[in-house]
């Protein structure tokens, strides 16, 4: 098919991407549906798994062989994981740079190869800078708000950060006049719907990636607890539903079962409690990453809030008769935690189901085959990105006050007459409160 021949696509019940074929004298109306078949598919991925798995599982059915490829590599990506908590919150930090930027790469892919035959001009320079402005806009706001006494000390961070916003916006605006100037007759409506593409990537994993750094820097509990729920619902609603699955789920995803849904909600709630209770005793867990200045490097030290001391809970009636306990001893961060794990599990799989539904649309079964078995980076963290923002969410709502170290930066970025009237503000109410002497 000419790129003339799709551009002039014929009316079919209203279809946004319909137009009409002008004759000489008639007009002529192509069925959409018929044309768009023709459209090219995405590549199916090649079978990757590794030659000494294929060899060991060969006497294996595809089903079983499945299922040992998944379980080893999974093992392999759990203690990938623990080997990075242990390197600790800036090298947390990077890998999800490293995994927003792979995620990116796969979606982006998948628009360009179905559309690669139009020849898009600048699709994909455009689509990595807008990546690059994006994220100069948010890891820029992240260093401002944690890392303000770094930022006052070096004159060229100062700089930066006083004019990040005028920056950020210059940097967008110059990708948005490239892409003014790459627009091509006849393939406007396609560079349109590839700029939305662009831009709702972006939306829905940069943003959601940023949110996964606040959450970090909140406290390493706040990023484990998370995602090791996500992980823990994936993996026992796999093998409740491949033991005892029967019952279908959604049509979106044929394998998710009920009963593998309703597993992995009660092994997930049950396994946030216990990962809580074992996380909630170490200061490295729990304590925010700051800057110290005096070492020139950051540290994860503090003395933990009242949300990481051990409280007595009083236990219903019903509870109590049935254990025998008048009290429970429990860290009040626990009882967070079942609202993080009942949310990876009833909510968090909704994003897989939206991956699905985005995967069936363009015919392919996985993002990519970066890890054997699992598919693509983002078809494993299709569920963190929508849990991240949840308890991005939840922090500011129930947990997070008002920050007293932002509050005296922009005190300290005011002018010298504005802190000292402040200041005599702040006095005069202390006093009347009866918290300060009136020496006057």
Request: net charge neutral.
């Given at each position: 098919m000419s790129n003339d021949t799709f551009c002039c696509l014929g009316k079919a019940e209203g279809h946004p991407l319909s137009e009409s074929i002008k004759g000489a004298d008639t007009m002529k109306y192509v069925d959409y549906s018929v044309t768009i078949s023709r459209l090219p598919e995405v590549p199916v991925p090649a079978d990757d798994t590794p030659e000494v798995l294929n060899k060991a599982l060969s006497g294996l059915s595809s089903r079983w062989k499945n299922w040992w490829v998944r379980g080893i590599l999974t093992l392999a990506m759990i203690s990938f994981f623990f080997i990075i908590i242990y390197l600790g919150p800036m090298v947390?930090?990077?890998?999800?740079?490293?995994?927003?930027?792979?995620?990116?790469q796969e979606i982006i892919h998948i628009g360009y190869s179905v559309y690669h035959s139009y020849h898009l001009p600048w699709f994909r320079t455009?689509?990595?800078?807008?990546l690059l402005c994006v994220n100069y806009f948010f890891y820029g706001e992240t260093v401002t708000d944690y890392f303000f006494n770094l930022v006052q000390r070096e004159e060229p961070l100062r700089i930066l950060s006083k004019y990040h916003r005028l920056i950020s916006f210059a940097l967008y605006l110059t990708g948005f006049c490239m892409f003014v100037l790459s627009l091509v007759k006849k393939h406007y409506r396609l560079q349109f719907y590839m700029f939305g593409w662009t831009h709702v990537t972006l939306l829905i994993v940069v943003t959601q990636s940023h949110l996964i750094i606040h959450n970090l820097f909140e406290g390493m509990i706040w990023f484990i607890v998370p995602i090791s729920c996500v992980i823990c619902n994936d993996i026992m609603a796999y093998m409740f539903g491949f033991f005892f699955g029967r019952t279908p789920l959604i049509k979106l995803s044929p394998k998710k079962t009920w009963e593998g849904f309703i597993g992995g909600f009660f092994s997930t709630v049950v396994f946030g409690i216990l990962l809580s209770y074992v996380m909630a005793g170490y200061s490295f867990f729990v304590c925010p990453v700051e800057f110290n200045s005096d070492h020139n490097s950051f540290e994860v030290d503090c003395v933990p809030s009242?949300?990481?001391?051990?409280?007595d809970y009083a236990l219903p009636a019903t509870l109590e008769s049935l254990t025998g306990w008048p009290t429970v001893r429990l860290y009040p961060f626990q009882i967070h935690s079942i609202s993080l794990s009942a949310f990876a599990s009833l909510m968090g799989p909704f994003g897989g189901f939206f991956a699905s539904g985005f995967k069936r649309a363009f015919k392919i079964k996985d993002f990519a085959n970066t890890i054997p078995g699992h598919g693509g980076i983002m078809d494993r963290f299709d569920c963190q990105y929508l849990m991240a923002t949840f308890v991005n969410v939840y922090i500011a709502s129930f947990i997070r006050g008002p920050n007293p170290a932002k509050v005296v930066q922009q005190l300290l970025a005011l002018r010298l007459d504005q802190q000292l009237n402040i200041f005599n503000s702040l006095k005069s109410h202390l006093i009347e409160r009866g918290l300060l002497e009136d020496v006057a």
């Open positions: 947390l930090m990077l890998i999800v740079l490293c995994v927003q930027i792979k995620c990116f455009l689509s990595w800078y807008f009242d949300l990481f001391q051990l409280q």
